[in-house]
DNA sequence: CGTCAACTTGACTCAGGTCAACCGGTGTGG
DNA sequence: CCACACCGGTTGACCTGAGTCAAGTTGACG
């Protein structure tokens, strides 16, 4: 046992035993498979609340899957401003940004004590060269990153505070519900002026909002505890029609 | 010689002769392997102004590089609000945002008579697994958009109007410098509605900094024709110091 | 109990949206 | 060949959603 972020060896979950294995990389992978893939990937002993996976302008050499708690990620300017560029949850990869310039264009923080699979790159690289699955399932995640992205950004040119926020709890509730948890009452991890920053909304008016959205009868908000009470009140602020599949479409947004 | 978006051969240039190659996914491949990149290239004959390359919804199967001319992607509502998500200039890939779903999540179409090259996606990632280089290049250029959407979510979060068309300004002038064209002197094959679209600004404030922009001396518009005049305030501007390096950074921006 | 950070609330401001009128180029059909 | 419509762009007047500033309040923690 060691100091550091050493790893502490393959001891307990293998990725085939993670509950996490049907949101995360060895989607669809045969038992054969996630065995070479459990070989590469290194976990290493739980991140605290505050504390940095990665820091801009570090060089890359892994990508992250989060195991337990939560992540977010952010880039900073010279002038100090701060924009979070995402919400990491438990299944979620980290660091794809990366891949291009081999250096991280951005820092991921831990939210709370967090735990994430080490996925060196190299070695994903070359395993994914073997294992077709493996390469599909990559792609595809990197595709939904994007599609992501592009949804988010629809949001903020077109949407109005209130929409944005209503998406937004969306998601986390979509999010929560994949992993089999409630989709209508969930603890978020982060600050509202995290929320509120992701959004491109001042804190003042994220507080404007809850408050709005509870006189309405939309939420419950004690704290970071949130009670969804009106998801379909939600989903037509939020411009998705009550039918639509909750798990493609809009609500892949991050 | 048939109708339709029928193949045409592969007679004329193959990727080995093509001028983008090294901006495209040949990049940094060998000529064997461009060989065998070149073999699964469709080549279609261009598309007409207007035409569509895919339409939202549509089945995903190729993914596709521009060769000449240009394209926007943009998204739709059912209210038929409309969101563009990128402008596409040679040597660009577009299509990326549909291997998640197998389903384009958004629309792409020609806004010039345009060329494309066919990659069909299934033998592309059968080849990217023989090919190591194939694949990290294929991986580059997606981690290259996710951190491009992310460049421009920050811009939308936290950027002025103004700022926003100076980020947009320059990274049309280094996509052009990259090709080997003036970054100071282009023509712009959209409109500016469209440009203020994808700014999420309206055509009203589009033409209003256009004015303020010539005003300064910061640029010359006449009509679609742009000619910068000071690179050095635009940086300013966007918020790029004068010696930051303009291909990397947030001028990867799409 | 004091401190500090997260959150609220209210008052005021302003960037950029909206609405309406108008201009000039271009395509079209009589 | 001309009249008309249409589209992209421009300009002005006005309005409003959300940012900013300032002053609390609450709650966690040493």
């Known amino acids: 046992m060691t100091t550091g972020g050493v790893q502490i060896g393959k001891l307990q979950q293998a990725c085939s035993h993670c509950g996490l294995n049907q949101l995360c990389l060895p989607m669809s992978l045969n038992e054969a498979d996630i065995r070479q893939l459990d070989e590469i990937v290194e976990r290493r002993r ?3 609340r505050g504390a940095h996976l990665y820091r801009f302008g570090e060089r890359f ?3 992250y899957a989060v195991r337990s708690g939560s992540l977010k ?3 900073s300017t010279e002038e100090g401003e701060e924009q979070v560029t995402g919400f990491h949850l438990p299944g979620e990869l980290v660091g794809l940004d990366a891949i291009n310039s081999w250096e991280h264009p951005c820092s991921a923080r831990a939210l709370e004590t967090t735990s994430v699979c080490v996925l060196p ?3 994903l690289e070359n395993l994914a060269g073997h294992i077709p699955g493996l390469q599909r399932q990559l792609l595809r995640l ?3 990153e994007i599609f992501a992205d592009q949804q988010m950004l629809f949001a903020m040119a077109r949407r109005s505070a209130e929409e944005r926020l209503a998406m937004l709890l969306l998601s986390f509730s979509n999010r929560f519900e994949r992993r089999g948890l409630s989709p209508t009452r969930f603890r978020l991890s982060m600050a509202r002026s ?4 992701y959004l491109g909304l001042a804190p003042e008016t994220m507080s404007r909002l809850f408050r709005r959205f509870s006189d309405q ?15 379909p009140a939600l989903r037509a602020l939020a411009g998705q029609s009550e039918d639509e599949a909750p798990c493609e479409g809009p609500a892949a947004l991050r």
């Open 46 to 48: 739980p991140l605290e």
């Open 73 to 75: 990620t952010y880039t």
């Open 61 to 63: 050499s892994a990508i």
């Open 194 to 197: 995290e929320l509120g920053n």
């Open 217 to 231: 009868g939309w939420l419950k908000a004690e704290g970071r505890e949130i009670s969804l009470l009106d998801l």
């Open 142 to 144: 990197m595709s939904r």
């Open 121 to 123: 790159f190299e070695q």
